[in-house]
C-alpha cells in the first residue's frame, strides 16, 4: 500500500475543445482588428485628400501639402497592408494552417496601439501553446468552429 500519489499541481495540457475555444476567440479578434484597421486607413485617405482639397494655393512659400498628403497616403498604406494581413491571418487561424503567418501577424498587430498590444499577448500566448501548434496542420486544412 505504498502507492505514490499523484503530483497536486501537474502541468495538465488543453483539451481539445479548449484549443477549438482560443483559436475561434483569436479569429474574431483579428477579424474585427483587420477591419478596424481598414476603416482607420479610409479615414485617413479622406482626411488626406480633404485637408489637400481645401488648402488655398497661395498659402505661403513655407507650406508643404506634398508633404502632408505622401505621409498620410504612407500611414494609410501601411493601415492597408495591415488590415489585410489581419484578415487573412483571421482566415489562416480559422482553416488553422499557415502557422507562422499567424504567429508574424500577431507580432505586426502591435503597431496598431493598445488594443494591437493586447491581442498580441493574447495571441502569442495561445499560439505558442504545444496543443495548438500540433493542432495546426499545412496539408489538411481543418476546420475550426
Known amino acids: 500500500m505504498s502507492a505514490t500519489p499523484p503530483p497536486l499541481h501537474a502541468p495538465r495540457g488543453w483539451t481539445s475543445m479548449q484549443v477549438d475555444s482560443h483559436l475561434h476567440t483569436l479569429k474574431i479578434l483579428f477579424y474585427v482588428l483587420g477591419g478596424f484597421e481598414l476603416l482607420l486607413a479610409a479615414f485617413l485617405l479622406l482626411v488626406t485628400l480633404a ?3 481645401s488648402e488655398p494655393p497661395g498659402s505661403g512659400p513655407d507650406a508643404a501639402p506634398w508633404l502632408l498628403f505622401i505621409v498620410m497616403g504612407i500611414a494609410s ?3 492597408v497592408v495591415l488590415g489585410g494581413l489581419s484578415l487573412q491571418a483571421a482566415r489562416c487561424l480559422g482553416a488553422r494552417r499557415r502557422h507562422r503567418l ?4 500577431a507580432g505586426l498587430a502591435c503597431l496598431t496601439g493598445a488594443l494591437g498590444v493586447a491581442l498580441t499577448v493574447y ?3 495561445a499560439l505558442l501553446r504545444p496543443e495548438v501548434v500540433a493542432s495546426f496542420s499545412d496539408g489538411a486544412p481543418k476546420v475550426a468552429a
Open 77 to 79: 498604406a501601411v493601415y
Open 123 to 125: 495571441a502569442l500566448w
Open 51 to 53: 485637408g489637400y482639397v
Open 102 to 105: 499567424c504567429l508574424v501577424v
